[in-house]
């Protein structure tokens, strides 16, 4: 497709469940965003993965969290043992490459955790 | 990066142009202004950005003062779609960092 993909649209898990979110970047998008969006909140910013460099996982907000890209494209967020607090839109951005060019996001995740 | 102040909210009369103000007074040589907007539900949308040339496209125009400390985004014609939280973001690689934002509202 011609952009950022993200699955599933939308999740209901149990708490203390795990769940993985996908993300399919625009193809030959070198950066990859993970953020997430609390209701009513602004956009967090979670990791942020360029080529095969180390990713800046400075957003992640606890070691529950964890995300790998594959191939330098697909990307996949985990989130182990989820807790009520989870619950949120979980977007994904990619961009040509760092900085200076602009980010597409894709529509989110809206994550449930009952 | 560099943290924006923005006011929190504005309106718009449809067709007059929007004024958004930002002001980075920390920004760094190397970092760039960006400006997106989010319309309810949906994922933030590029608008354009620029380093320390007014910049226009489709969208938008970009003015930045020339001490770079603060800068302007205009909708030259507002319209209702354009109601969203629009975003000023400096940043000079990768990590895009949003604050609040500011909510206009363009009204009939």
């Known amino acids: 497709g011609a952009g950022v993909s993200q699955s599933p649209s939308n999740k209901v898990t149990e708490k203390g469940k795990d769940v993985e979110l996908r993300c399919d970047p625009i193809?030959?998008?070198?950066?990859l965003y993970w953020y997430r969006q609390s209701l009513g909140q602004g956009l967090e910013f979670l990791i942020y993965?360029?080529?095969?460099?180390?990713?800046?996982k400075s957003g992640l907000p606890s070691d529950r969290f964890s995300a790998e890209r594959t191939g330098g494209s697909v990307s996949t967020l985990t989130i182990q043992r989820t807790q009520q607090e989870d619950s949120a839109v979980y977007l994904c951005?990619?961009?040509?490459?760092?900085?200076?060019?602009?980010?597409?996001f894709g529509q989110g995740t809206r994550l449930t955790v009952v | 990066d560099a943290k924006t102040t923005q006011p929190p909210s504005m309106d718009c009369a449809e067709g007059r142009a929007a004024n958004l103000p930002c002001n980075h007074s920390?920004?760094?040589?190397?970092?760039?202004v960006y400006w997106y907007r989010q319309i309810h539900s949906q994922g933030p949308q590029y608008i354009i950005h620029?380093?320390?040339n007014n910049e226009t496209n489709e969208m938008a125009s970009l003015i930045i003062t020339e001490d770079r400390k603060s800068s302007t985004l205009i909708l030259p014609h507002a319209t209702l779609r354009d109601t969203a939280v629009y975003y000023c973001?400096?940043?000079?690689?990768?990590?895009?960092?949003f604050g609040a934002g500011t909510q206009v509202v363009v009204t009939p």
């Open positions: 951005a990619s961009s040509l490459t760092t900085g200076r060019t602009e980010a597409f």
């Open positions: 620029g380093l320390k």
């Open positions: 973001i400096v940043c000079s690689w990768g990590k895009f960092q």
């Open positions: 993965f360029q080529g095969n460099s180390a990713p800046d």
């Open positions: 920390t920004i760094s040589g190397n970092e760039y």
């Open positions: 193809s030959g998008h070198t950066a």
